[in-house]
Every structure is written in structure tokens, then in C-alpha cells.
């Protein structure tokens, strides 16, 4: 059993390298299989999913090669196959692109359903909903789908929600159909532009992404070509709330503050003292933070994925805060946990209520996702003790050497093996 041990070491000092987005690398590394020659990608962080996704290229033939440098090339040219084992594609989520990508190339796709973090509400319908739109058949068996369509022909689709992950789908299946698409009520999420600004770089003509209607005319043929992933606004957000927990200073660098706005906002509001540079952001903690409510909301609004690390500055906070997440309504696993440390929250639906300005105390708890796990990481940082931390795959799947970073800031943070059994500690896998 591996876990993390924590213990608190003081305000953070220092700055960190922010790595390419993961969220968008999982996309690109798919809508590479569209190219019709080599695709390098430059800034791919090294991460556990990536690993999936070696896994699913060596099973269809793509090669997939991390250079010297940490580039990854893939040459798509040698892709034999377009069914991916049901076991591989459940190791995460985004493996659906591969269905997007795979598509208009061999006319049929065989693939396992998403796996990855379990918030209880992550449907494809909206995926499946697009490619239905652009004339493909869509079959649903019990550990896979089957998509397939003889020809691709470009339609208008209306999202009955704004998704980001079938926004991005629904592009990589048209850029390659017959005609125009549209796409209304399409996601504006930084990682939806640096998707589209690849299949671009290669040929594609796709207008209009960042906004609500993107505009896709499909080309028959698509070069290779050299891309650079955008920089991880969440892996920014989450050391620029690690300083405001600290009471910290936290320079993160290569980033793009633009991106970062809603959480920017959000930190100033609770006291953390903000300063932005052309590619860089520095956090300030005063050691004093201010009570608030948080609502998540789809891109440029406060993002889900920073409610969890949010809610580690928040138990910080005199007074009462409340977290709402509509967007991933079941992404509260990490209550619990916190409640082991001594957190005073209480849950009703998709709200956290939060009393501030009790002592943590360290003890054992589990990670059940990824940032999940980084509110617990945070959360160690000032509690009495230590805190061990079980459910290290989760944190490795979104963040790269996430430790040795902390640490650089001062952090005290060690990783540790040792053969017991979960249950003899007390903590519970929510």
C-alpha cells in the first residue's frame, strides 16, 4: 500500500513550472490519429493516463514515442485498427476521443465505455447525440459501444448542455465529414481552442471555437505537424490556493493568467493577495482568509475541478462558507475525509457548508480522485501531525511529480510504501 505523508512546515516560498494542460493533452494525443503524417506534441505532461493511453495506441497500431526532450511524437500513419479493449479505455475517461478521431478514418469504432474519476453523472449521451447527427449508428453493449457510419456527413448540433468533452468530440468526428457542421451551445473551454487550434495547424478549417457556435468544414486530408500543449490552469489554481492556505508566496510560471480569471477572482475575495506578469501569477496569503460561497460553473466560470482544493482554503476561513458544485453534483467524496481531520462541513445535495477556523488534526484518509486529493494534500499542510494519504493514483493521474514540486516550496511531503491492510487504519474508501 502506497501512501503520502504530510505535515505541516510553515508558508510555501518559491515558484513552480507549470506543465502542459492534462486535460487538453488527453484530447490532442486522440485528434493526432486524424493526421495523415507525424504529429509532435510538445509539453505533454507524464502522467499516469498518459501511460493509458500508450496502451491504447500500441493495441491500433499508432506509434507513440516520448523523445529525449519529453516531446511525444505519433506517427498515425500505421494505425491498423480502430477497436480498443473495453479494459484500456476504462482506465480513464477521456479515451471517447479515440472514438471521434477513429471514426471518419475506418467507419467504425469498437470502444470501451470512460472510466477515470467516478462523480456519478458523467454521460456520453451528448457524444453519442453528435455522432447520431452526423449520419453514424451508435450501438451499446455491455462493457462497450460500437459506433459506425459508412460516411460522415456534416450537420447542425444543438448540446442540450455545454460539455466541453463532446464539444471536442463532435470536432474531431467532423473535421474529416462531408460538408459543414455546426455546433451551438459548444463549450469555450481554453482546452476546446487549443484542440482546434491543432486540427488548424494540419489543415482542418474550424471557426468560431472560444465561442458558442463553431463552424467545422471537413477536409478530406490532414497533415502532421508540431503543437505545444496550453499550460494546466487547474495544476496553477491548485499551488496558487496552496499559498493562500499556507499564508504563503507562490510564483507559478508559463502560465496563462487569462485562463485562471474566475479563480483569480475568487482568491482575492477570500484575501489572497493576487499579481499577474505576461506568463506568470503570484499568490500572496496574508494568513487571514475570508468566508465565501462557490459556485462552479462551466468555463470561464469557477471550475469544478478547484471547488475540492478551494474547500481546503475555506476550512481555513472564520465563519461560513458554502461550495456548490451543479456541474458535478456527486463530487463531494473528499467531505469525509476532511470531516477525519476535523473539519466541521456539513453536505445537503450539491452543497458543501463549511464553519470555518477549527484546528486540523492529522490522521489517515483516502483519495478518491484527483483533486479530491489534492484538498486532502492541502489540508495536511496545516494540520497538527501528520496526515497519510492513501489513494496515491488518483493525485498521480492529474498531477506530475506533484511532491517533489511541493517540496521545492518547502513542503513536507514523503511518499511510502507499507504492507498492511486499509482496514487496520480506520479510513473509509468513500
Not at 505523508?5 to 513552480?16: C, D, H, I, K, M
Amino acid at each position: 500500500m502506497r501512501y503520502i505523508r504530510v505535515q505541516p512546515a510553515g508558508p510555501l516560498q518559491g515558484s513552480v513550472r507549470i506543465p502542459g494542460a492534462k486535460n487538453s493533452a488527453l484530447a490532442l494525443l486522440a485528434a493526432s490519429c486524424l493526421a495523415d503524417d507525424i504529429v509532435r506534441l510538445e509539453g505533454i505532461p507524464e502522467l499516469d493516463d498518459m501511460r493509458q493511453i500508450a496502451g491504447i495506441a500500441q493495441g491500433i497500431g499508432l506509434r507513440m514515442t516520448r523523445c529525449d526532450n519529453g516531446d511525444i511524437e505519433l506517427d498515425p500513419r500505421y494505425i491498423y485498427s480502430a477497436t480498443i479493449d473495453p479494459g484500456k479505455a476504462s482506465a480513464y475517461r477521456a479515451s471517447y476521443y479515440f472514438a471521434g478521431a477513429l471514426l471518419a478514418k475506418f467507419g467504425r469504432v469498437t470502444i470501451g465505455f470512460p472510466g477515470g474519476d467516478d462523480f456519478k453523472s458523467r454521460p456520453i449521451d451528448q457524444h453519442m447525440k453528435a455522432f447520431e447527427a452526423l449520419g453514424a449508428k451508435v450501438t451499446l453493449h455491455d462493457d462497450h459501444y460500437v459506433v459506425e457510419a459508412a460516411e460522415l456527413k456534416g450537420a447542425d448540433i444543438y448540446f442540450d448542455m455545454i460539455t466541453c468533452g463532446a464539444t471536442i468530440n463532435s470536432m474531431l468526428a467532423a473535421v474529416r465529414a462531408r460538408g459543414r457542421t455546426v455546433l451551438y451551445n459548444a463549450a469555450v473551454d481554453p482546452e476546446v481552442v487549443d484542440t482546434a487550434t491543432l486540427l488548424c495547424q494540419f489543415g482542418a478549417r474550424i471557426y468560431g471555437a472560444g465561442t458558442r457556435c463553431i463552424r467545422i468544414e471537413g477536409v478530406p486530408y490532414l497533415n502532421g505537424g508540431i503543437h505545444t500543449v496550453i499550460p494546466d490552469r487547474l495544476v496553477a489554481g491548485t499551488f496558487l490556493i496552496a499559498a493562500g492556505v499556507t499564508g504563503g508566496q507562490v510564483t507559478v510560471q508559463d502560465v496563462i493568467p487569462e485562463h485562471l480569471s474566475s479563480c483569480l477572482s475568487k482568491l482575492k475575495e477570500v484575501g489572497v493577495e493576487i499579481e499577474t506578469g505576461e506568463s506568470s501569477i503570484t499568490a500572496y496569503g496574508s494568513g487571514q482568509v475570508k468566508a465565501t460561497r462557490i459556485r462552479t460553473a462551466m468555463y470561464p466560470g469557477f471550475a469544478t475541478d478547484l471547488q475540492q482544493p478551494m474547500t481546503a482554503l475555506l476550512l481555513l476561513a472564520r465563519g461560513k462558507s458554502i461550495v456548490t458544485d451543479k456541474v458535478f453534483p456527486h463530487r463531494f467524496n473528499h467531505v469525509p475525509q476532511l470531516r477525519r481531520l476535523g473539519a466541521e462541513i456539513e453536505q445537503r445535495k450539491e452543497s458543501a457548508f463549511i464553519r470555518g477556523g477549527r484546528p486540523l488534526i492529522g490522521d489517515w484518509v483516502h483519495a478518491t480522485d484527483v483533486r479530491a486529493g489534492m484538498a486532502l494534500v492541502l489540508a495536511g499542510l496545516v494540520a497538527e501531525g501528520s496526515t497519510r494519504i492513501t489513494g496515491v493514483e488518483h493525485v498521480e493521474r492529474g498531477y506530475s511529480d506533484i511532491i517533489g514540486s511541493l517540496r521545492s516550496l518547502g513542503a513536507s511531503l514523503s511518499l511510502h510504501e507499507q504492507d498492511a491492510e486499509a482496514g487496520q487504519f480506520g479510513y473509509g474508501c468513500v
